[in-house]
């Protein structure tokens, strides 16, 4: 008879029990429902083993989405791979200032600067079917994974089009499409963690591309090329939304006003962090 039963090995796990629910769920292939209405199925040892393995490479501080291949933003299933950043909760304020920056305008055009999993953009996308959505990254394994998540997650058919993702460092990117394109709103989540800071040392964020989290420099250097280049890529009083750490809103709000934006805030998330800065052009 096997040793154990789903609750047996979820109460056993030196895991955060969530964490022990999702990979307990990934290794039998189940929902999540199933771990209450099988709990008490004696599994195979071939079962047992394929948790452990998940479990000892969540111990030894593998993210979780990187483990399971997926990561859940905006109420979508989000493929994750090692050359993306993680999509995180606090980033879903972006998708939500946006969208709503953009009620009553019809067909918009969005443009999504370091897109990485496709995350900001294809949530957008998935809200707004006539939105026209370009995208951008310097990572062509990133853009990748963002092209397979648009094809798996957005109708074939929706009103707006496929979004269009295309090779490049910011702005830089646009440089080939032709014609020239003006967007009615602009959304960013750049690297913004300082070079040297000890979180990129800890936790999850050892194993996510350092040129998503960094820019190497002071933190602001690529917020600042984004705010820099932002109006000439506006249309007149449209918005630029930026994520940002948790201590630079005031910065951030200084770089907005610096390049000639008005109407320049900031937005707090769940936690109460201001997490977000935007003006208009």
């Known amino acids: 008879m096997s040793p154990a039963t789903p609750t047996e090995l979820l109460r056993a796990s030196p895991l955060d029990a969530l964490d022990a629910r999702v990979l307990l769920t990934h290794a039998l292939g189940w929902r999540r429902t199933d771990l209450i209405t099988r709990g008490d199925l004696r599994l195979s040892e071939a079962q047992i083993a394929g948790f452990a393995a998940l479990e000892q490479r969540r111990l030894a501080g593998e993210p979780v989405a990187q483990i399971t291949g997926w990561r859940e933003f905006y109420g979508l299933d989000f493929e994750v ?8 909760p606090e980033t879903e304020l972006l998708v939500e200032t946006v969208l709503d920056s953009l009620a009553g305008l019809a067909s918009p055009a969005i443009l999504d600067l370091g897109t990485g999993s496709g995350a900001i953009a294809i949530a957008i996308a998935a809200q707004r079917h006539d939105a026209r959505i370009v995208a951008t990254d310097r990572c062509a394994d990133a853009l990748a994974v963002a092209q397979r998540n648009a094809r798996r997650l957005l109708d074939a058919d929706r009103a707006g089009g496929s979004p269009e993702f295309v090779e490049g460092s910011w702005f830089e990117a646009l440089a080939r499409m032709t014609p020239r394109q003006s967007f009615d709103a602009i959304v960013s989540n750049p690297p913004y963690i300082a070079a040297g800071d000890p979180h990129l040392s800890e936790g999850d964020l050892r194993f996510e591309p350092p040129g998503a989290l960094t820019d190497h420099a002071d933190g602001l250097s690529a917020l600042r090329e984004i705010v ?8 007149p009083g449209a918005p630029l939304w930026v994520e940002h750490g948790y201590d630079q809103a005031a910065r951030v709000q200084a770089i907005f ?25």
């Open 228 to 235: 820099a280049g932002a109006r000439a890529w506006l249309r």
């Open 257 to 281: 006003t610096q390049y000639g934006f008005s109407a320049v805030e900031s937005r707090r998330d769940l936690a109460g962090i201001e997490r977000i800065t935007g003006a208009r052009s």
């Open 81 to 88: 791979t090692p050359a993306v950043l993680i999509p995180r």
